[in-house]
């Protein structure tokens, strides 16, 4: 995939989480879609981080930073789930 369509990938799902968010009547949708894509990345972040001392990891990669940045901390959650069933 090219960069063009990957920036285009992310930016049409970040709109569709604002959608999302004034759909819910959310006070600041943009606001809130950020702040749910930030703790989704930190929670991706910090499972790597931590993941000498729990063996739980995942590898960063175009979905799973979709998948967190999208989903948030409940995506990073389902990323962990599945890697320890497929595993």
Not at 28 to 33: E, H, T
């Given at each position: 995939m090219s960069n063009s369509a990957?920036?285009?990938v992310f930016f049409a799902i970040f709109m569709l989480l604002v959608?999302?968010?004034i759909a819910i009547r959310s006070k600041?949708?943009?606001?809130?879609?950020l702040t749910w894509s930030f703790w989704g990345i930190i929670a991706l972040t910090i499972v790597n981080i931590t993941s000498s001392l729990t063996s739980a990891s995942l590898p960063v990669s175009l979905l799973s930073v979709g998948v967190s940045a999208v989903m948030g901390i409940p995506g990073v959650t389902m990323l962990l789930i599945l890697?320890?069933?497929l595993r």
């Open positions: 990957a920036c285009f959608f999302l968010q600041n949708p943009i606001k809130k879609a890697n320890m069933v």
